[in-house]
């Protein structure tokens, strides 16, 4: 087992926490895609870049939480923080990290002038659902919709 | 989306200037605010401006006048202040259009168009970081500390600079392939990320202002860099035959010597420091940036090691990797020497404590002058051995190591490409200028 009692930092995300971030979906997912975080990582570097967070403990990434900073979509005209992706390590959870990395996007939404933050859930994903309940998302009155093509 | 941010227009006849010089120094910016969308979908438009952070602190952060209030104009600091960080701006200014200059020579050459689109558009971004140092120079007056140069004169001095006469070496050497430009952008430029955020602290406020944009917009340019090798790695694994890590390494070799120069002399940067305009003194920063290249190359040999054993988990292959990096032996054909290396911070160095040392990028000492050539020649790439750069290093080498010069006379006598005048780079002749060691010049080449 990993020591886990070390000190973690929160930080923003660079080009060269992308191995850590495979490695975290790898271990979640039991699926190595290194192409789609490079796509990932590149889009949120160059789109709101200091918006997107990691954890770190011991120079190796935890943790990670991507998102960016977004108006004039599905008619929200004022800005608002979007959050798309993120994942603790397994050997990690349980320790605020989740939260604290939450925490640091949202700092920098604010300060881009964003008053809400919006994800989106798969019901179905009880633990996910859990977490983003627990860190105050609610319902909104804009609901993701379907149909099948 | 951005922060709080002031966009600032250079007076009119600058602006026009700057656009004239990218007409002649980066002829398809127009292409790539024509395809910005397609490659950079959503993202906020490219602007030609300076941007100021607004909002940021106005006290004092570091050096002598810790806790005063961050100073407005040159005239409010001392004049050693003012003058060097004039030349700080100035620096910066040259390094910007410089790389301009050296990306555009090869960037036709990127394998897909993607890659292209990325390198043009950190191109784009290194014209703004220019525009913002322009800004710099011309909202205030340096006059009493640029002896009598008007800001006119800096700008045109700047904008009439080409590949061989800026202020830092790195910017001097041209590109001789695609690869360059993506291993720049992840050598260099992430020096550049280091200069910037020691710079977030400048007493000088307007200076500390420009820098979290250009900040924020570097991040990129590493990005562009750092992901094509680690795709090029991946390639390189699957035998693809014109992908090689021995290519990347050849760059690595050419680029990350000078880079640790760009830092100043490791003894220096106190200066700066009591000035309060960084952080940080020449030798944390370039360490921590050595450190933060080791992390960069052991990230892309992870992306080979994975790519050529897919069945690896990530354990095993930070396991193998480990191995490989204590034993320098093999693992299952897979030799130390086919992965990428990060150069000794004394191998193929001209200018610090290590300057004319013979040191292998392993760190392996060289006596003979003649043997250590070779070495050089067989890892560094064809172009770049062929290049007057190499030939000049080389006598400037020899002179040290027969006890003609020292190595601070050898460093003085390595040539600069001087600019004669002329505010157009389409009407102006350059010259090679070799600086003699007390300071005279003696021309050696025209072109
Ligand atoms: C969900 C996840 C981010 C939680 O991370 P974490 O660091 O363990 O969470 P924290 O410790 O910060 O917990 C914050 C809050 O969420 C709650 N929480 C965490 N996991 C939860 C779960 N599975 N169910 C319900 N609530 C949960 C905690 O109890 C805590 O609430 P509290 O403060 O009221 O006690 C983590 O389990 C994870 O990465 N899951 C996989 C996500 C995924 O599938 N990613 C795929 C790649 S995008």
């Known amino acids: 087992m990993p020591d886990v009692t070390t000190d973690v930092r929160i930080r923003p995300l660079d080009e060269l926490d992308l191995n850590g971030i495979v490695r975290i979906n790898e271990k979640i997912t039991g699926a190595y895609e290194p192409d789609l975080w490079e796509k990932r990582v590149m889009f949120y570097t160059r789109r709101d870049p200091g918006a997107s967070q990691v954890a770190e403990a011991n120079g190796k990434v935890v943790g990670f939480m991507l998102g960016d900073c977004r108006a004039g979509e599905f008619g929200l005209e004022e800005p608002s923080g979007w959050i798309e992706r993120f994942g603790i390590d397994p050997d990690y959870r349980g320790q605020d990290l989740g939260r604290r990395l939450f925490d640091a996007i949202c700092a920098h939404f604010k300060a881009e002038g964003a008053t809400s933050v919006r994800t989106l859930v798969d019901q179905n994903d009880a633990p996910v659902a859990g977490f983003l309940k627990a860190i105050g998302f609610g319902e909104s009155s804009l609901a993701a919709l379907e149909r099948k093509l | ?447």
């Open chain 2, 1 to 447: 989306m951005a922060l709080k941010v002031e966009n600032v227009e250079l007076p009119k006849k600058y602006h026009d200037a700057v656009e004239h010089w990218h007409r002649h120094n980066f002829k398809d910016y127009d292409l790539l605010l024509k395809y910005w969308d397609k490659y950079f979908p959503k993202d906020d438009q490219f602007c030609l401006c300076a941007k100021m952070e607004l909002g940021t602190t106005d006290v004092i952060q570091i050096g002598e006048q810790k806790g005063e209030k961050k100073r407005l104009k040159p005239e409010e600091m001392t004049p050693e202040q003012s003058g060097h960080l004039l030349a700080i701006i100035k620096a910066q200014a040259s390094t910007e259009f410089g790389s301009i200059q050296q990306h555009a020579a090869t960037v036709d050459r990127a394998p897909e168009d993607e890659d292209k689109f990325w390198t043009m558009r950190v191109m784009a971004e290194e014209l703004r970081h220019g525009y913002q140092m322009l800004h710099l120079l011309l909202s205030e007056d340096w006059s009493s500390v640029s002896g009598g140069v008007t800001g006119e004169q800096m700008v045109e001095e700047i904008l009439s600079m080409t590949t061989g006469s800026h202020v830092l070496d790195a910017f001097n050497l041209d590109y001789d392939s695609y690869t360059d430009n993506v291993v720049f952008a992840a050598c260099i430029d992430r020096v550049g990320k280091y200069q910037l955020t020691m710079q977030k602290v400048c007493a000088y406020k307007p200076m500390a202002d420009s820098m979290p944009p250009m900040l924020r917009e570097e991040a990129f340019h590493l990005a562009a860099g750092v992901i094509p090798m680690r795709r090029w790695a991946q390639k390189a694994a699957k035998g693809d035959v014109f992908v090689t890590m021995r290519m990347m390494q050849h760059a690595l070799n050419k680029w990350v010597p000078r880079g640790l120069e760009m830092f100043g002399d490791e003894r220096g940067g106190d200066t700066n420091v009591n000035f309060g305009f960084k952080d940080m003194k020449n030798d944390e920063a370039s360490s921590l940036y050595h450190e933060e290249l080791r992390k960069m190359i052991r990230d892309i040999n992870t992306r080979y090691i994975r790519a050529r054993f897919p069945d690896y988990t990530p354990e095993k292959t930070e396991q193998v990797l480990d191995e490989l990096e204590r034993s320098r032996g093999t693992h299952h054909g897979l030799a130390w020497t086919d992965l990428l290396r990060l150069p000794d911070k004394r191998f193929f160095r001209r200018k610090g404590v290590h300057a004319f040392q013979m040191v292998g990028i392993d760190g392996e000492p060289f006596t003979d002058v003649e043997d250590w050539l070779r070495y050089l020649a067989a890892n560094l790439n064809d172009g770049y051995i062929a290049s007057r750069d190499m030939k000049l290093y080389a006598e400037a080498l020899r002179s040290v190591v027969s006890g003609e010069k020292t190595p601070a006379e050898a460093i003085k006598s390595m040539p600069r490409l001087k600019r004669v005048g002329g505010t157009c780079p389409c009407s102006k002749g350059v010259r090679w200028v070799m600086e003699d060691a007390d300071g005279g010049q003696t021309t050696v080449a025209v072109r």
